[in-house]
Nanobody
Framework: QVQLVESGGGLAQPGGTLRLSCAAS????????MGWYRRAPGKERELVAD???????NYAGSVKGRFTISRDHAKNTVYLQMNSLKPEDTAVYYC?????????WGQGTQVTVFS
């Protein structure tokens, strides 16, 4: 089973930036899609962004224009560049890969945005 290792979470001030990384244990082109969900306290898990094998990206409306998902095939890694962070971006962010309808999840990384 694919292993996912996330890094890059932490603390940021409103308007600040963070970059999340998710390294997969196998070729990312084996996956139909790869990306990030998040779960904020008291809220349901929501898709933040993903990128499919063809390179098409998809973003939640709340992050469009602020977050950018990208990938490095040589490193089997997907990145989430988060700019103009807001307190409402505070959540645990989970990397995922999808093969057909099966998801594999990372362990999650905490992002906290506070003044």
């Amino acid at each position: 089973q694919v292993q996912l290792v996330e890094s890059g979470g932490g603390l940021a001030q409103p308007g600040g930036t963070l970059r999340l990384s998710c390294a997969a244990s196998e070729n990312i082109f084996n996956f139909n899609a790869m990306g990030w969900y998040r779960r904020a306290p008291g809220k349901e898990r929501e898709l933040v962004a993903d990128i499919n094998v063809g390179g098409k990206t998809n973003y939640a409306g709340s992050v469009k224009g602020r977050f950018t998902i990208s990938r490095d095939h040589a490193k089997n890694t997907v990145y989430l560049q988060m700019n103009s962070l807001k307190p409402e971006d505070t959540a645990v962010y989970y990397c995922h890969v999808r093969i057909l309808q099966r998801y594999t999840w990372g362990q999650g990384t905490q992002v906290t945005v506070f003044s």
